[in-house]
């Protein structure tokens, strides 16, 4: 017999036939036992790892349940002669599980890794440690417990997992692998960036390979690394070793021979049993592979009226990285200037230029670092979009922001990539964005110097002037024709000198010129003098002093209702805007709205950055700030700020109501007058919708928070959940929820608080914090009885049995099932019972209790049926229906249940819980004898979740491998 724990949990018979455990908590029991091999472990522990702090009361009598199928389990596994070589005992107040020394490979690998100590060649330690390195399939017990509680089972062993993989880089050290270990070091540094002995292996591998530049840049990387991480220096045995590196202390040059410890003596940490607790913190996601790659393409559209420039695009140009660089950090190169100078167009014109020198992707972000509300881009907002266009599954996205940040450089690492970080405040803001391996390009603007950039990470300042006459003037040609501008060539040095020579204050006179062919240039110029003279300097320069005159003078000309818009836009806290929210604001229909925009856009005070959505200059903002507070009221402010607020909040309570017809929804006032809510009319129009308006909706939520329009904080907060959960952006629900939650605490709104830590709580269950969503749920729980919320006090108890789900403790997800089936039967919510019923019947036939568990699954089937309100839930209680009729042996109607629940999935597009259904029915086939049938279902199944790139096509992928054949 086999038992594997260094991976998924799994039980093998002498032939190597899979012994199926198909209960988490069975695996997770197994697995209890088997970590101290041949101890008895208490039933009072037991039940704490299964059930937590709070078991039910019948956990005591499910363990004997549990022991029951274990034990039966092993006893297949080890065959004829079960009771000599496997004992599951009931010792006094516990268990003890015998099985034999080999069969389980935890024990192997202890044992080998403990004899590896022992042999003193080094080649031979290195294929020890190698091989039991090998038995290693993933994160141990990976498919049987997670977040919390795996750390604390596991910690130790994923530890020494670490440590052997150190020791045997120590041992092909000292038998002179030293070139061939530098690509593992250097992907292993990324890994785990804080481990300082695996930082020192790759100095001494890069000096003896003959690269002791490298090394020691390889030293200055680790300490910026560790200063910036931890505020530490490196400890004293790599200062050590940097310094016998700088003076060749002769005994580094060559491998020694001899023993164990033979590479100790020059690798920091070398030998010992443990790492450190910071290398385990900067430990980052296992990296997807997707077979499909999608390459990001993400930059933006350049600007037509781009004149010149061409020294700093030939710099730009020279700086490219190639493949025969011998380069080993990534090119920085920042583009610094004015506001309004045309540093975006630059970065852009030659992005475009320069895109196919970069295969694998441009990634692009504006980075906003100068927008005076909402406050910028933050690094994990970046990284989170970034991975996301990398094609890493929300799920496999780490929480915390270092661990963000070295998944994206590992996954860099092999690329040429170009980044182009738009509009960026500070170097604080985009270090955590810079790749950590040559081949890939940033390019970075900013108004500010980026200083330390150029001292720390070697990056290489340009910094771009105003445009020369010449080029001003060409800009003017390619606008209005050549002819129109050399028959006033003074009036057009007057233009160019009044718009500072300017490219943004250029194109704003050149598009109301050209606008109005029959206006002499001459004149525009003299309007351009009388405005000028008009205004105080802007902040002082004297270059502003003439935008803001070029401003006034294209804002003068606009139409009352247009400048009144303008100047609203300017309220709005998102990046870009549509015509339904600009028309909110305004508190004029969309009919009206849309001509005003092209009337903005037209003199280039507004931008269509994609169509339908519109944007500003971030000077062009600040202008319209300041007459919006000259000229509207602070309550007509509070006035549109609440149309804006009504809009995003309705629209989004629509799309939502269409995605999850017949779902309990929270309660709305009524929108203002003036307010237009967006007319989606389909699901898939409701998905675009959330799409296009997700950052400007995360803006809103804050900025309502903010100023005091709390309850559509919390609302529209708690009303995203269903897009956050139905695309897995676990990581941005989490953020948003929390930063409301804050909010309501703030001002004391129970409501609020019970449902954002509600919402909280499905976000953070999600992300692997099963305890914690616990709490928050018991919190909201707590909250709706005391409003008397009966509706949403049965919707938490449904969040609850999910948490109880992932937890393992079907009886508890059973009790709350109930709870929420009594109370949706007292308030008459008939989608709600349905699935209450789904949910009791689920967790029966995961104990067994089939016919229970059809009694209430068809009672569920039967109410959706009447209510024909939710395609997508009826498809569940069909699922669970197959699932319950396989399971009793009823092949032909499982199959068809299946068939009905997959009917409907696809039907509202409903890709990943189709993948579900198919997964189960070629489970269905596979115990049916049609192995072939189950491919190709299974083959169905991992296609979408390929597509998805959804982690459940690991598991997939494994039932496909197993199968014979």
């Avoid at 081949?439 to 108004?447: A, C, F, H, L, Q």
């Avoid at 006034?552 to 303008?566: E, I, T």
Wanted: charge should be neutral.
């Amino acid at each position: 017999m086999e038992i594997r724990l260094l991976g998924a949990v799994e039980l093998y018979t002498d032939g190597g036939q899979l012994v199926p455990l198909r209960r988490r908590q069975e695996r997770l029991t197994l697995a209890v036992l088997l970590l101290d091999p041949d101890r008895v472990v208490s039933a009072e522990r037991l039940v704490s790892v299964l059930w937590g702090q709070t078991p039910p009361a019948t956990a005591r009598a499910t363990l004997q349940a549990l022991m029951s199928r274990v034990r039966k389990a092993v006893h297949v596994a080890a065959g004829a002669d079960a009771d000599g070589r496997a004992r599951l005992l009931a010792l006094g107040e516990g268990y003890r599980l015998s099985v034999p020394a080999d069969s389980v490979d935890l024990h192997r690998f202890q044992r080998m890794v403990e004899g590896a100590r022992a042999i003193t060649d080094p080649r031979r330690r290195s294929a020890q440690l190698a091989a039991a390195l090998d038995l290693w399939r993933g994160p141990a017990l990976a498919d049987a417990t997670t977040g919390t509680l795996r750390e604390r089972l596991c910690g130790g062993i994923e530890e020494s997992r670490l440590t052997a993989l150190l020791d045997r880089i120590d041992a092909d050290l000292s038998a002179g692998r030293h070139a061939e270990l530098v690509s593992q070091l250097s992907e292993l540094v990324v890994d785990h960036p804080l481990q300082e002995r695996l930082h020192g292996q790759l100095m001494l591998a890069l000096y003896r390979s003959g690269r002791r530049a490298d090394a020691l840049a390889a030293y200055r990387h680790a300490r910026r690394l560790l200063v910036a991480e931890l505020g530490l220096e490196p400890g004293p045995s790599l200062r050590e070793l940097e310094a016998a590196i700088i003076g060749d202390d002769p005994g580094l040059g060559s491998a020694v021979a001899g023993g164990a410890g033979a590479a100790a003596s020059t690798i920091p940490g070398a030998g010992r049993g443990t790492t450190s607790g910071a290398g385990a913190a900067g430990a980052v996601t296992e990296l997807p592979a997707p077979p499909v790659a999608v390459v990001p393409a993400q930059l933006p559209a350049g600007v037509a009226a781009f004149v010149g420039r061409t020294a700093y695009l030939s710099r730009l140009d020279a700086l490219r990285p190639d493949e025969s660089d011998e380069r080993h950090d990534p090119t920085i190169v920042t583009i610094t200037g004015t506001a309004g100078v045309g540093k975006t167009s630059l970065a852009l014109r030659w992005a475009h230029q320069a895109r196919r020198a970069f295969p694998d992707g441009q990634l692009y972000m504006d980075l906003r670092g100068f927008d005076a509300e909402p406050a910028s881009v933050g690094p994990s907002e970046v990284l989170h979009a970034f991975l996301h266009a990398l094609q890493v599954p929300a799920q496999r996205i780490p929480a915390m922001p270092a661990a963000q940040s070295s998944l994206y450089r590992s996954l860099l690492a092999e690329r040429r990539m170009l980044i182009v970080l738009d509009n960026a405040r500070d170097a604080d803001q985009v270090r955590p964005l810079l790749p950590g391996t040559a081949g890939s390009m940033v390019v970075i603007t900013s108004r500010n110097r980026l200083s330390s950039l150029l001292v720390i990470e070697g990056a290489h300042p340009m910094h771009v002037d105003l445009l020369t006459a010449g080029e001003a003037r060409k800009l003017l040609v390619d606008r209005l024709g050549a002819s129109r501008v050399a028959a006033e060539p003074d009036a057009v040095a007057e233009i160019v000198s009044h718009c500072s020579r300017l490219p943004l204050a250029l194109a704003v006179v050149a598009a109301r010129a050209a606008a109005n062919p029959e206006f002499p240039l001459a004149a525009i110029a003299s309007e351009l003098r009388a405005a000028r003279g008009g205004l105080d300097a802007f902040d002082g320069d004297e270059t502003f002093t003439g935008v803001r005159a070029v401003f006034s003078w294209s804002y003068r000309a606009l139409d009352p209702p247009a400048a009144r818009l303008f100047r609203l836009l300017s309220l709005h806290p998102g990046p870009d805007i549509a015509a339904p929210a600009a028309a909110s604001l305004a508190g004029v229909p969309v009919r009206a709205v849309r001509p005003l925009l092209a009337a903005l856009t037209g003199a280039h005070l507004l931008f269509e950055q994609s169509p339908g959505r519109y944007g500003f200059h971030d000077l062009l903002r600040a202008y319209a700030a300041e007459l919006a507070y000259a000229h509207e009221a602070t309550a007509e402010h509070t006035q549109a700020q609440g149309r804006l607020f009504d809009h995003y909040l309705h629209t989004a309570d629509l799309a939502n109501r269409l995605l999850y017809p017949g779902r309990q929804l929270m309660s709305l006032s009524p929108p203002r007058p003036g307010v237009a809510v967006a007319d989606l009319a389909a699901p898939p129009q409701a998905v675009a919708w959330f799409a296009s308006e997700q950052r400007v909706l995360l803006g809103v939520i804050n900025h309502a928070a903010e100023h005091g329009f709390d309850r559509h904080a919390w609302q529209l907060a708690g009303i995203l959940t269903t897009f956050f959960h139905r695309f897995g952006l676990w990581h941005t629900m989490a953020a948003t929820q929390q930063t409301v939650v804050t909010a309501a605490s703030r001002i004391t709104d129970p409501a609020g608080r019970a449902h954002l830590h509600r919402s909280l709580a499905v976000a953070i269950a999600a992300l692997g914090r099963d305890d914690d969503a616990q709490a928050h749920l018991e919190y909201a729980l707590d909250r709706f009885r005391e409003l008397g919320d009966s509706n949403y006090q049965a919707d938490t108890h449904m969040g609850l049995v999910w948490v109880y789900g992932r937890l393992g403790q079907p009886e508890l997800g059973l009790h709350h099932a109930e709870q929420a089936l009594a109370l949706w039967r007292t308030t008459g919510h008939r989608t709600g019972q349905a699935n209450a019923l789904n949910n009791i019947g689920w967790w029966h036939a995961q104990l067994g209790r089939y016919e229970e568990a059809l009694a209430y699954c068809g009672q569920a089937l039967d109410l959706h049926h009447e209510s024909g309100e939710n395609t997508h839930d009826e498809a569940v209680a069909l699922d669970s229906l197959g699932f319950i009729h396989h399971h009793l042996g009823q092949h032909d109607r499982a199959v068809a249940l299946y068939g009905q629940a997959l009917a409907r999935y696809r039907a509202v597009s409903s890709r990943y819980y189709e993948t579900r259904t198919l997964t189960r029915l070629g489970e269905l086939h596979l115990t049916a004898g049609d192995p072939a049938l189950a491919r190709r279902t299974w083959e169905q199944a991992l296609a979408i979740l390929d597509e998805l790139t959804h982690p459940d096509a690991d598991a997939v992928r494994d039932r496909l491998a197993a199968l014979p054949g």
